[in-house]
């Protein structure tokens, strides 16, 4: 969505400590990737509780109060290295950077695993053939294992656009990518009747 809150440089920056830890400790326990699947969640109800991302970073707020509330909300639905590393971080005072904790663990756990997430954006849904073929030129662009993360925008009208963190992928680069949008155009110019040609491009953060 566009007015959701992103993390900065620096939150992320400073929520890295954080997340290494949490993922040191995951590591441990063989749970590195449900945590992530936690943080995920954990940024989405943030998405529809914004009462909750404010709570969580008032100053009005004392930690005492804080902290008793994160136990009551969570101690039952939440790994204990999640909820143990929300507390270390109220205790601190970084309570309000959930997001940019989620986005450093993301990037920690894609640099220890050799992935990548890739943001897609298609007017038209992938079919599997053409998801398959996607992740393959983009591993092959970044020399990663890419995970797709898909969205359906119709105004695009054809094409598509990727972001790869702050990497651009345009299809002066990656031939296999050009061959993908032509895939696109053809079908979103059968499913709208408009044949504009986009270019595979990506969005600075």
């Given at each position: 969505?566009?007015?959701?809150?992103?993390?900065?440089?620096?939150?992320?920056?400073?929520?890295?400590?954080?997340?290494?830890?949490?993922?040191?400790?995951?590591?441990?326990?063989?749970?590195?990737?449900?945590?992530?699947?936690?943080?995920?969640?954990l940024?989405?109800?943030?998405?529809?509780e914004?009462?909750?991302?404010?709570?969580?970073?008032?100053?009005?707020?004392?930690?005492?109060?804080?902290?008793?509330?994160?136990?009551?909300?969570?101690?039952?639905e939440?790994?204990?290295?999640?909820?143990?590393?929300?507390?270390?971080?109220?205790?601190?005072?970084?309570?309000?950077?959930?997001?940019?904790?989620?986005?450093?663990?993301?990037?920690?756990?894609?640099?220890?695993?050799?992935?990548?997430?890739?943001?897609?954006?298609?007017?038209?849904?992938?079919?599997?053939?053409?998801?398959?073929?996607?992740?393959?030129?983009?591993?092959?662009?970044?020399?990663?294992?890419?995970?797709?993360?898909?969205?359906?925008?119709?105004?695009?009208?054809?094409?598509?656009?990727?972001?790869?963190?702050?990497?651009?992928?345009?299809?002066?680069?990656?031939r296999?990518?050009?061959?993908?949008?032509?895939?696109?155009?053809?079908?979103?110019?059968h499913?709208?009747?408009?044949?504009?040609?986009?270019?595979?491009?990506?969005?600075?953060?």
């Amino acid at each position: 969505m566009s007015d959701t809150p992103k993390p900065n440089e620096q939150e992320i920056a400073v929520a890295r400590v954080y997340a290494r830890s949490a993922f040191g400790l995951a590591e441990e326990q063989g749970a590195t990737e449900s945590l992530q699947n936690e943080l995920e969640e954990l940024v989405k109800l943030l998405d529809r509780e914004p009462g909750l991302e404010r709570f969580l970073s008032s100053p009005l707020v004392e930690t005492g109060e804080r902290r008793q509330m994160l136990d009551r909300l969570f101690e039952e639905e939440m790994s204990e290295v999640l909820l143990d590393t929300l507390q270390v971080m109220n205790r601190k005072g970084r309570s309000g950077l959930v997001r940019a904790l989620a986005e450093a663990y993301r990037q920690e756990f894609e640099d220890r695993t050799g992935q990548v997430s890739v943001s897609v954006r298609t007017a038209v849904a992938l079919t599997e053939a053409l998801r398959q073929q996607l992740q393959e030129a983009t591993s092959k662009f970044t020399g990663r294992e890419a995970s797709l993360i898909e969205t359906v925008d119709e105004s695009l009208i054809g094409g598509m656009i990727l972001q790869v963190g702050d990497q651009k992928i345009d299809s002066s680069v990656a031939r296999e990518l050009r061959q993908l949008e032509n895939q696109l155009l053809d079908r979103a110019s059968h499913e709208s009747r408009n044949d504009q040609t986009y270019f595979v491009e990506t969005s600075s953060e």
